[in-house]
């Protein structure tokens, strides 16, 4: 009896030190802190997940409610609701509040703005007078995505203003800042309402903050382009990113040369050296605490992402004297990162596996730096290899070469979401029936989506994807530029594509602009001639980007197409092109020609009946056959086209007429699909497909 009455004191006395030592944590927030649109949310809510992540050290409580507003004057304020008043008396150690997402209702955020960030200290505050040691985080909100029903309307803005005001509120009222947004943004197909995330996104939202709690981001990481071997771009600062577990000290030494970072408490870290010196080959060590990692082999060069759809991808094997190139190609100071999909968008359902790596985001097989041998040229892009190729013969120093080109990929999927909700949010709408985006990608992706179980299943082709999945993880390594070769899957709207070009361009320079102080430049190849009705318009259009936009230039391809085949075999002059487009611009290597001929447009002028077309690159205009120039065509006004029947070179300047028009005002040259358009300089470059009016130039100019 003694012995029963001494262990039950024991086991007493070890509940009430458990209970002692237990961190109360309450999670605050809205219904998706509540778990709504969970079968059983009891179970699968972020708080009950997060419950099971901390362990029996922590008791762990859900004051979620579902449509609770921040504000006071709200239609449902937090504050009012029973709640509140439950997690007050649990008088937390801990404290996590998610609120912010209702006060998007028109109710709401247009009325009381004001007072938003005022009555959110005020919140915090009464934790603090229940018990003032506790400790607190506020949450940048979840997402809200476009398919809400008042996104367009005021929700998009008004979610911004608010994340904007919750980054203000954690500075004024000194509390933690728990970013929920980040991880979940690139992930819609877990919300199948566009607000409320699924178990896996409550799982999502419950590692973040575990995480924050805890400090373990899981040590030491780094991004995977960094590897063995890897090219630095050797004007730029080195830049290092990465995770380690928050408060750790990093290190990184390369040669003699040494930098730190204290990991910040998102986990995240950076920092910059002075990059290696040319010529040799360096070794980096980065350590944090009692974890090391060595990358070895690395030198100083250049380096270009080489990125776009089918013809960019086409590998060397493929093409005209493959055997010949790829023998050659092992002797080049070329090293690539080859970033190849797990399953390509041929016309076959893909199966469940591939589908689910599709959505975290696992659609490229991992990749690492490698020096060239027979087996991996052979697959590698054939128009980035030439590229490259001739910057290794010109400048003499190592090239790294990044290539993630997919197949049949449109160019609305390489464009970050915030840009396209913000400036052309209807092509995110039910993308795979929707009009904007061509019914080849549209089609082809449902022949691939037929096992998908989730209506919201990620593909390759749907907007924003490829940013999020090739574009983002790279924009902290820096390049020296960038050379794409895309457009097929986007012709049948030329329009809409001089728009969405536009963004993409934007999206990309700011992203790297970011972390490095520099534009980076766009050299682009000008899609080829084939029987496709819309591409001489594509074409011209592609001209005017070339010629408008600052550190953007265009590589003629229109001489080596193919009548039916999307696909020309004849790579290299492709890859070369853009090479002397980088040699000149990116290079200041002023002695060569860039280009062929590039129309004047603003020159273009009208005496009699004659019209006047001023090149410049234009040394030595001629034939490329030495036949007869062809495919000129002038109008009037109206627009009727005829044949040039007399075409005269005059210096820098070619001067057509016809006998059908009397007052030519308009001209244009190449102007079909399949394009036999023989104009070229004396280095034998070939000049665009071009339209010109004497009275509005660059049809495709902005204001």
């Not at 960094?226 to 577990?245: P, S, W």
């Amino acid at each position: 009896m003694k012995r029963i009455l001494t262990l039950s004191i024991i086991v007493l006395f070890s509940c009430l030190t458990h209970a002692q030592n237990t961190k109360k944590v309450a999670c605050i927030g809205n219904s998706v802190t509540f778990g709504y649109g969970h079968a059983n949310p009891t179970e699968t809510s972020y708080p009950t997940q997060l419950s099971r992540m901390l362990g029996d050290e922590y008791e762990v409580k859900n004051f979620g409610h579902s449509g609770a507003t921040l504000l006071n004057k709200g239609h449902r304020p937090y504050t009012q609701q029973a709640a509140y008043r439950n997690a007050l008396e649990f008088a937390p150690d801990l404290a996590v509040i998610h609120l912010g997402l209702n006060d998007t209702d028109p109710r709401n955020w247009p009325n009381y703005r004001d007072e938003f960030i005022s009555d959110y200290i005020a919140l915090i505050d009464t934790f603090r007078a229940v018990n003032p040691d506790v400790q607190i985080w506020i949450c940048r909100m979840t997402p809200i995505f476009h398919a809400h029903r008042r996104f367009k309307s005021g929700t998009r803005e008004w979610f911004w203003q608010i994340q904007a005001a919750i980054e203000q509120v954690a500075k004024l009222a000194n509390v933690g800042l728990i970013d929920l947004h980040k991880p979940l943004y690139s992930r819609p197909d877990l919300f199948a309402d566009a607000l409320h995330p699924n178990t896996e996104g409550a799982g999502i939202i419950a590692k973040t903050v575990y995480s924050a709690i805890t400090g373990n981001y899981g040590g030491l990481s780094l991004p995977a382009i960094y590897t063995d071997g890897m090219v630095i771009q050797h004007d730029q600062d080195f830049l290092l990113k990465g995770t380690a577990n928050a408060g750790s000290k990093v290190t990184a030494k390369m040669n003699n040369r040494k930098a730190h970072a204290i990991t910040a408490a998102d986990g995240t870290w950076e920092l910059r050296m002075k990059p290696p010196k040319l010529g040799k080959k360096h070794e980096l060590t980065i350590e944090c605490e009692d974890e090391k990692i060595i990358l070895k082999d690395i030198v100083a060069g250049e380096v270009w992402l080489c990125s776009g759809q089918s013809n960019m991808a086409w590998m060397l094997k493929q093409s005209k004297d493959a055997e010949k190139h790829i023998s050659a190609a092992t002797k080049k100071n070329i090293r690539i990162y080859d970033m190849k999909p797990r399953v390509n968008t041929d016309h076959y359902a893909w199966p469940e596996e591939e589908l689910v790596n599709l959505n975290r985001h696992n659609h490229y097989r991992p990749a690492t730096w490698q020096h060239l041998d027979s087996a991996n040229i052979s697959t590698f892009s054939a128009v980035a290899y030439h590229f490259g190729a001739m910057l290794s013969d010109s400048l003499g120093m190592p090239i790294g070469l990044i290539c993630n080109a997919i197949g049949g990929a449109p160019a609305e999927s390489f464009i970050d979401r915030k840009t396209l909700e913000h400036e052309l949010p209807d092509i995110l709408y039910n993308w795979k029936e929707n009009d904007m985006i061509q019914d080849w990608c549209r089609g082809r992706a449902k022949e691939n989506l037929k096992n998908a179980k989730n209506p919201l299943q990620r593909h390759p082709y749907e907007p924003a994807y490829l940013f999020e999945t090739a574009i983002e993880p790279l924009c902290s390594y820096a390049i020296k530029g960038v050379i794409w070769y895309q457009g097929e899957s986007n012709a049948h709207n030329v329009e809409l594509y001089d728009k969405i070009f536009s963004l993409m361009i934007w999206s990309w320079v700011n992203k790297w602009k970011t972390n490095f102080d520099y534009t980076i430049p766009f050299y682009f190849v000008q899609l080829s001639s084939i029987n496709r009705p819309s591409w001489p318009h594509f074409r011209n259009m592609q001209r005017v980007h070339g010629q408008c936009f600052e550190n953007c230039k265009m590589a003629v391809s229109s001489d080596k197409g193919h009548p039916t085949d999307v696909h020309p075999r004849d790579k290299q002059p492709i890859g070369e092109r853009l090479a002397l487009q980088a040699l000149y611009n990116s290079y200041n290597m002023r002695h060569i020609t860039p280009s062929g001929p590039v129309l004047m447009d603003e020159c273009v002028y009208q005496k009699g009946n004659k019209i006047y077309l001023p090149f410049e690159y234009a040394d030595g205009l001629q034939s490329s056959d030495g036949e007869a120039l062809r495919t000129f065509e002038v109008a009037d006004s109206a627009g009727l086209y005829y044949p040039a029947d007399k075409i005269e070179i005059k210096d820098n300047t070619i001067i057509l007429s016809s006998k059908m028009v009397k007052r030519p005002t308009r001209a244009r040259y190449g102007w079909q699909p399949y394009s036999t358009g023989n104009l070229v300089n004396s280095s034998m470059l070939p000049a665009s497909t071009f339209e010109a009016d004497t009275n509005q130039s660059y049809i495709f100019r902005r204001k």
